[in-house]
């Protein structure tokens, strides 16, 4: 019965991989539509959305099988329910990278904004984040999801200039309102894929350690999810 439960352990943590590959993939082809203006780009992680969300569909069934099967407890029970919550999670960031996509085509497909300030900041601690939160499940690494959370912070911080900045041109600059209305949407996507990458971190630390450590860490204006 052990062996059989190994088994399929391993199985469900190369479907929650792949899963994951899957949505880093979307995450980082949504970013660079969004920035190389490249509708087509865009298309693409539009397409691959329902593939995202079979996936998912898949991997929540195996968790459910088992535990039917095996009704695992402590450590074992841990895992699978932290798989099930990084697995919806992953779900989520894969349609926000959707999001992402659709606003990117839009701006592709109309005059050029300049972006805010901070946003290559944004955009480069977004794409390590959710990196790091898919390595840190893959390594089974505490130390490294913990620098995943604390790095939302910063992001937060930048959100929020963005949007007072971008706000601040739509009340000059009348004939952007539309196109500054979409930056904000996708700066905002950004922003909530890192509070997804630190859920992913944050049930990480709790599958290795055993400890709960959201809400002990927020500081700021981070938001629980």
């Not at 298309?43 to 195996?62: A, C, P, R, S, T």
């Not at 996708?186 to 959201?214: P, S």
């Amino acid at each position: 019965m052990r062996a059989h439960f190994t088994r399929d352990l391993e199985h469900l943590n190369d479907e929650i991989l792949i899963l994951g590959n899957m949505v880093v993939g979307a995450t980082l082809q949504a970013i660079d539509a969004l920035i190389q203006r490249r509708a087509d780009l865009g298309e693409e992680v539009l397409k691959g959305d329902d593939e995202i969300d079979m996936k998912e569909l898949d991997v929540e069934e195996q968790c459910l099988k088992v535990l039917a099967l095996y009704q695992p407890v402590a450590g074992d029970l841990r895992y699978i329910v932290s798989i099930l919550k990084v697995n919806n999670d992953l779900e989520r960031i894969g349609d926000l990278a959707g999001h992402i996509a659709g606003r990117a085509v839009y701006l592709a497909e109309n005059p050029p904004i300049s972006l805010p300030a901070r946003f290559n900041e944004m955009v480069e601690l977004v794409r390590t984040m959710v990196q790091q939160s898919l390595e840190s499940l893959v390594r089974q690494d505490a130390k490294l999801a913990l620098e995943v959370v604390l790095a939302d912070d910063t992001v937060d911080e930048i959100h929020w200039e963005s949007y007072r900045e971008l706000l601040g041109r739509m009340r000059s600059e009348i004939d952007i309102i539309d196109r500054a209305f979409h930056t904000i949407s996708a700066v905002r996507h950004l922003e909530r894929i890192a509070d997804y990458a630190t859920n992913i971190a944050e049930d990480v630390y709790f599958m290795v350690e055993g400890e709960i450590i959201r809400h002990r860490l927020e500081t700021g204006h981070r938001e629980d999810n």
